[in-house]
Structures are given as C-alpha cells and as structure tokens.
Nanobody
Framework: QVHLVESGGGLVQAGGSLRLSCAAS????????MAWFRQAPGKEREFVAA????????YYGDSVKGRFTISRDNAKNTVYLQMNSLKPEDTALYYC?????????????????WGQGTQVTVSS
C-alpha cells in the first residue's frame, strides 16, 4: 500500500506560479511511475503529467505543455509539479498517482494508488 500526500495548492493570480509536491510513504517509491491528474467541478478527470521511475522520461497533457514541469526526487520519495503561467482554466483539484506501469501508459488514469488531492485556484 502506497500512501500519497499532496501539498502546495492555493490561490494564485493568472500568470503566477505554484509548485505542488506529493510525498509517498513507500520506500520502494523509485519503482513507481508517478503522475499528476486534475479534475475541475463538473468536468472529467484530466491527465496532466507523468514521469518514469528514473525521471528520464516525462509526458504532458496538451493543455499544460510548455507551462508545467514534472520532476521527482527518489531520495525524498517525492514528486513535484512546477506550474508556471497559470490560467483560470487550470483551476482544479490536483491529484498525485502512482503506477507500476510505464509512464507512457498512465494518461488514461490507470494508476494503482491515488492521493486525496490539493486545490489549485487561479483568479483572473
């Protein structure tokens, strides 16, 4: 069982930046693909980004490419999401997920473990 705890959400003005963190309880964290998803009220869950176990490969949803960066620190069992040039449409509950599958296969939401989410609100 992997316990994931997100942090770093908050209220920010459009054009601003936030960095989300997701801390994992599992000492075998480095075996997992890690990903971020988001869900806005009344909308479907959306893939944001994924990173391979080694950090060598990253994947992004089209709506965040060039603005968001996913990274990980396996020594700290933590994955990050740096969000720049934020837009009001980025407002959502952001979830961290862990998967024992390749990073290029998780965009459909096929993760083994999920966090509780952290709220990001971008004001115009």
């Amino acid at each position: 069982q992997v316990h994931l705890v997100e942090s770093g959400g908050g209220l920010v003005q459009a054009g601003g930046s936030l960095r989300l963190s997701c801390a994992a309880s599992e000492h075998t964290f480095s075996k997992y693909t890690m990903a971020w998803f988001r869900q806005a009220p009344g909308k479907e869950r959306e893939f944001v980004a994924a990173i391979s176990w080694s950090g060598s490969s990253t994947y992004y949803g089209d709506s965040v490419k060039g603005r968001f960066t996913i990274s990980r620190d396996n020594a700290k069992n933590t994955v990050y999401l740096q969000m720049n040039s934020l837009k009001p449409e980025d407002t959502a509950l952001y979830y961290c997920a862990a998967a024992l599958r390749p990073a290029d296969t998780v965009a459909d939401g096929s993760a083994d473990y999920w966090g509780q989410g952290t709220q990001v609100t971008v004001s115009s």
